[in-house]
């Protein structure tokens, strides 16, 4: 199919799962390594070497090099004999592929220069990448990058912890600033202060900007006393753990952490949350904030964004309010591919012309849902937002990223009063004083950053690579759906898919036909799981590889009756059992070609067939 548009082409920006592009590859390190090197030798170049010719004939300088050698070579074997194949569309687990190769040299280069972003003076180059790296976020994510921030941290966890730091301390300002200077709360009621907005408490400091210090020390940051007072967190039940160490390690507790049932598609019940925060209305207790997940972990699917947004625009005659943060570690960079080269957001009725123009899609495929469209377009409305590099942004470990709607936020979490910036870069001089970490790779924001501006995040770059993975697993789930069923002698064994898959994740189960136990349907699939997984020693006698999970009635609620039905399975193990899900996120950005995608899937269906015929036998 011709694309009309001049857009990227990802055979040339991927090494390639059988090394296809070794020699641009091999090329563009060694030009790396040589720059870095000659910058050495540049700095003073008058100065003398301090590593002689005559060291490097003793024997122990020979000996401790091949000391050296011996244990890389070591290395080298561990690491070939313990790591998983990632880059083979064979592998169809966790959220891992190959990642860009212009991301790969920038870390490798940058890696010499050691920088640490935790302060401008120690990675003035680095330094300066994360801050136009946190531009691309907030413009990505759909906030005003004129007045928004982000930064790359280690990884989506912190970027949750980070979220609700923000949270916990923005509800509990109020209480502070009434007692720090109380003229400027006069007349508030405590209902009224636990439900002040980001913007109002903005608004109120915006000429007292001198005054934050003094309230910080009143905060709960200093002043423990009005902990409790703060309010209810509302996560749906798919939530990442993350969120309950998050509570622990803030001092919420995570008894405050209220888990809403998810709907049969997984994603948060909007009419569960509606009713719990009104109940919370009614009995005068806070809400501290309302956590969303676009992308689920365990099944890829997207919370309904709009719908938080409306809740959060009803509540308000009600004086209510909450703190907004999407965790979208997973699925963020998924928004690329609404925006088009102005990074506007496209009108969902031009969606599908656009996508053909720009070759996005190689074959008509459904995708997105109105449901899945509402929740980008409305992404921009929340207060922050998490987002994972080293997951869909194809960026290597470890990048992670959050994005606050007003730059202004971050005094109420930062450290120290001096709040100094280079006059024409916005750039603290000091980024640890806004971050929950401390030192942190330059390395990382350089290979993040070389990707964003080797590849456009928007439809004619980032988001064809997220329409690849989104067609390779619809190419997979497709396939899965029109197999059915595989025959071994006389026994048949279906399979069944949780979902219709949002984004590029598909969960589904296999069961032999007339089973109606669920013990055995998980026996089945654990077997499955465990020919299909990580082998200590011997990785590699996997023909195809998958990951899993199982679903607990104590964490998933009823949402995966559904599947257990249709699967034919009784229920009433479930409650002690939970079920076994296989899994596969399909990162890949090659399987999207219908050849490709039939090769692979052959392959699968052959490894299917031999593991299902030793298990049954
Ligand atoms: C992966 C993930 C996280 C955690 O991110 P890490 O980078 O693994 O720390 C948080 N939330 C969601 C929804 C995720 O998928």
Known sequence: MKNEKNTTDFKALFLGSKSENLNLFKELINNSYEDAAGWRKNFHSQDREIITSFDKKTKEFIDTQSKMEEVLNNLSSLLRGGSIPWHSPRYLGHMNSETLMPGIIAYFEAMFYNGNNVAYESSPATSKMESEVGIDFCRMLGYDPKKAWGHICADGSIANYEGLWYARNFKSLPYAIKKAFPNLVKGKTDWELNNMSVDDILKLLENNEDKWDAIKSHSVRHDSENINKLGKVFVPKTKHYSWLKAADILGIGTNNVIPIDVDKNFRMDITKLESEIQKCIDSKTPIMAVISVVGTTEEGMFDHVDKVIEIR??????????????????????????????????????????????????????????????????????????????????????????????????????????????????????????????????????????????????????????????EGAFNFYNHLIETKKYKINEVIVNVHLLTNPDFNMVDFVFNIEGNTSLIKMNELNQKIYEETSFVEGDTYINTVLLSHTNFSNEEYGEAPLDLLNRSKVEAKDFEKEGVNILRSSILSPWLYDKDISKYFNDIFDKSIQEKLMEIIK
Do not use: C
């Open 313 to 470: 625009k009803k509540i308000a005659k009600q004086n209510a309010w909450f703190y907004y943060h999407i965790d979208a570690a997973y699925g963020g960079y998924t928004r690329s591919i609404f925006l088009d080269e102005q990074n506007n957001f496209i009108p969902f009725k031009d969606l599908k012309d656009k996508y053909e123009e720009y070759g996005i899609f190689q074959n008509k495929i459904n995708w997105p849902s109105q449901d899945v469209y509402n929740t980008f377009a409305a992404m921009g409305e929340s207060d922050s937002i998490t987002i994972d590099p080293h997951k869909m942004g194809y960026s290597p470990y470890s990048a992670g990223g959050i994005a606050i709607r007003d730059i202004r936020m971050r005094n109420a979490i930062s450290y120290f009063a001096t709040y100094v910036f280079d006059t024409k870069i916005n750039i603290p001089d000091l980024l640890g004083a806004y971050i929950l970490e401390g030192s942190k790779a330059g390395a990382t924001a350089a290979a993040v950053w070389t990707n964003h501006q080797v590849v456009p995040l928007n439809i004619s770059g980032h988001g064809k690579l997220i329409g690849h993975s989104i």
